[in-house]
């Protein structure tokens, strides 16, 4: 079965940098996409950034472009999300999630399998 697994949130000061990994099993690598998402309290889940695996795609929200960058390594099927230049906005929790059509969209419905998500803390 498809299995995602997303690790490396922690506490950062305002300014800093945190590396996100989302471990992904089970699926085949030949038309898909990974998305990382977004939940902050009393907040909607919003996207943040996706990849797709035939042209290695990326895509982002306004709010973290140019600040955050999505990368894959095929050997490992993992999918990274550096964070750099760090804002106490970004403090969420984050997901990674897979669609296995490969579509790349921002809308939490059209993708078919979640990870656990990791928590993201930006101090002041």
């Known amino acids: 079965d498809v299995q995602l697994q997303a690790f490396g949130g922690g506490l950062v000061q305002a300014g800093g940098s945190l590396r996100l990994s989302c471990a992904a099993s089970g699926f085949t690598f030949d038309d898909y996409a990974i998305g990382w998402f977004r939940q902050a309290p009393g907040k909607e889940r919003e996207g943040v950034s996706c990849i797709t695996s035939n042209d290695d795609r990326a895509y982002y929200a306004d709010s973290v472009k140019g600040r955050y960058t999505i990368s894959n390594d095929n050997a490992k099927d993992t999918v990274y999300l550096q964070m750099n230049s760090l804002k106490p906005e970004d403090t969420a929790v984050y997901y990674c999630?897979?669609?296995?059509?490969?579509?790349?969209?921002?809308?939490?419905?059209?993708?078919?399998?979640w990870g656990q998500g990791t928590q993201v803390t930006v101090s002041s």
């Open positions: 999630a897979a669609n296995l059509v490969g579509a790349c969209t921002s809308i939490p419905s059209e993708y078919d399998y």
